[in-house]
């Protein structure tokens, strides 16, 4: 039987958490479902393989670095991105819309795209919905993301406003670029993308004008951009509400393990974020009981393990004392094993998550979660 391009289905729900399957021809994604980060067609410090072994379903990868290196074009040539690193899983492709705002000061923004400066050597480079929309096809992507704009969340209200309503446009360009690619398009699938910032009116807005486009899937933008946990909440009161039942909701850029619980809690289904990779690079380790910080001198002598109940090979090989050891030392392997243990934590995360709610017990695995996480 040959796997559908796209479907989703919803297997249990507590409360308004939920858990689920999504089928696609590259594989099936359990959700709850976190993302580790491939930026640049590599999750940091990583293997494929070892990414695949923390349990992880599907990688994300970014546009916009990867269209200015190696290039898309060339990624292509090459066979692809899946081909390229050697990741033959689901990967889901950001639009390049992000740098918009996380690179104020090299862009500039009219209702046709974006001119970017490259932060590598300075050259000019135009994306718009349709030239995003071709990128993500040369590089293969399986869920393809609409190309949006994400202001601050504390611009003036008119600000987000017009952006939202512009990035609805760039919408509607996104759908019709994607299924201009029809091979393309017959399997992979497109995410469209809410705005508004914390404003529930336009938040509702976005929504309406995305299901009225179309979309596989739909994304929550626009925050963990500064606003804070109790805003973004807030926001998450409302917006997951807002996008249709059938369809997995994504939450972009997030984030936290508690941050993860509180938005699956609300009805969140896909998580993506650099925070496991790049704490495991700078000395941070994610614990049930918390983060640690392995440079810290307290550790120097610990021979106990980061973590009793994690099964990878950072936890049932080495100790704390090693760990401090080797990012004292500044030596790679203490990013690889960190990074490993790390992302392997969000997965165990993801895991119990699914399980507590197809056990109809979330609201006491959440409570219990955040007594020993956060203390």
Known sequence: MTAPRFEFSVQATDGKAR???IRMQRGEIRTPAFMPVGTAATVKAMKPETVRATGADILLGNTYHLMLRPGAERV????????????DRPILTDSGGYQVMSLSELRKITEEGVTFKSHLDGSKHLITPERSME??????SDVVMAFDECPRADAPREVIAESMRMSMRWAARSR????SGEEHASRAALFGIQQGALDEHLRRESAQALQAIGFDGYAIGGLAVGEGQEAMFATLDFAPDMLPQDRPRYLMGVGKPDDLVGAVERGVDMFDCVLPSRSGRNGQGFTWNG??????ARHAEDPAPLDLRCPGDCCTKYSRAYLHHLH???EILGAMLLTEHNLTFYQQLMAAMREAI???RFAAFAAEFRR???G
């Open 291 to 296: 983060p640690l910080n392995l440079r810290n």
């Open 328 to 330: 004292k030392s500044g």
């Open 19 to 21: 858990t689920g399957t």
């Open 176 to 179: 019709a670029g994607f299924d």
């Open 135 to 140: 990128i993500q096809r040369l590089l293969g």
């Open 76 to 87: 292509a040539r090459l066979g692809g991105l899946h081909k390229f690193m050697n990741w």
């Open 358 to 360: 197809a056990e109809g």
């Open 372 to 374: 020993g996480y956060l």
